[in-house]
């Protein structure tokens, strides 16, 4: 009697714990997610959060011009690539649903959503995925969750997404936010990421990574994601700029910058090339005033400034020799 006590007691700490509910087979990946388009724009994302560890890594897939998409419960990770891939070849979200699923070895516990670049879309929810599981989707978006405290969660995601105003991403964030203000996860929250894509929008324009964001295991993965979201948002604009200006684009390269310094006006080193990119767009003065703000907030700037071939056309300057004066006699 005392030993079926003991294991009782056991079982029921165990089964009851954080980390059984994060490795145990019962659940897969409870999740809430959506994907969606900017149709002014043509910017694809993922957006998605969940009690388990490290959710970036598994759930989101997008690729810019093709479409985006979500994997979880239980997910079939293939689904991510494979889904793109038919997207690429032509099929719509409702076909790349039916044949993901007609070819899986356990459709019913599976759930994805899908949008494609011309923002249809599809949500997808397998029979045997644990409730609340469920999804909604309309032109330029699909939300979807499992083991969620009820539809309300979804619900509220479309409603906030479709009012929001702003950057694709700043409308993904919302909706996320209001999931988890709704109840989301119903074990709780561990992890969220976000992902956006457009074409050549990552450094150097080498990439379609415009934003690619992952809060692995937080307390407070909402709070976290958020605020790595706005140095995002700062390099997305920063990424862009500096792309333009490296293909000599000068003036359309300005704006980008200007904005990242509005997200980050004390970031010395996005002062410092906003100056470089007003200095090459004709505004010498305005980068005298940006160049000057950025040594003040870092010093160690005056070393590179003195011999950045970028900024040459302000060695002549007294303001410019006065503001790098001290590392040159050095």
């Known amino acids: 009697m005392i030993i079926k006590i003991c294991v009782l007691i056991i079982s029921i700490i165990f089964f009851q714990s954080p980390f059984y509910a994060q490795t145990s087979a019962d659940y897969g990946i409870a999740t809430f997610s959506i994907v969606a388009r900017d149709s002014v724009n043509g910017e694809l994302g993922v957006a998605v959060a969940s009690r388990f560890f490290a959710v970036g890594a598994v759930v989101p897939w997008a690729k810019a011009g093709v479409g985006a998409v979500a994997t979880q419960s239980f997910a079939n990770t293939t689904f991510g690539w494979r889904g793109l891939e038919l997207l690429d070849k032509g099929a719509s979200p409702e076909q790349v649903v039916e044949i993901l699923t007609r070819n899986d070895d356990n459709p019913k516990r599976r759930q994805f959503g899908i949008v494609s670049a011309d923002g249809k879309s599809a949500t997808y929810t397998g029979t045997d995925c644990l409730p609340w599981a469920g999804g909604r989707n309309g032109k330029n978006y699909a939300i979807q969750g499992n083991i969620l405290t009820g539809e309300n969660v979804v619900t509220a995601m479309e409603e906030t997404f479709l009012k929001t105003k702003g950057t694709l991403a700043d409308r993904l964030y ?24 457009k074409e050549n929008a990552g450094y150097g324009g080498y990439s379609d990574r415009a934003i690619d964001i992952r809060v692995d295991d937080h307390a407070e993965p909402f709070v976290e994601l958020g605020r790595l979201l706005n140095f995002a948002q700062m390099n997305y604009s920063w990424n862009e700029a500096w792309t333009l200006f490296t293909q000599k684009k000068f003036k359309e390269a300005l704006p980008f910058m200007e904005h990242a310094e509005k997200i980050a006006p004390e970031n010395p080193e996005v002062l410092y090339d906003l100056a470089v990119i007003r200095l090459a767009a004709g505004k010498k003065e305005d980068a005298l005033k940006a160049l000057e703000k950025a040594l003040t ?18 060695y002549k300057e007294t303001k410019f020799k006065r503001l790098i004066e001290e590392d040159i006699n050095k």
């Open 174 to 197: 919302a909706a996320l936010v209001e999931g988890d203000k709704q109840g989301g996860d119903a074990r709780g929250k561990q992890s969220a990421a976000l992902l956006v894509v």
């Open 297 to 314: 907030l870092n010093p160690k700037l005056k070393k590179q400034a003195s011999g950045d071939n970028d900024l040459k056309d302000l």
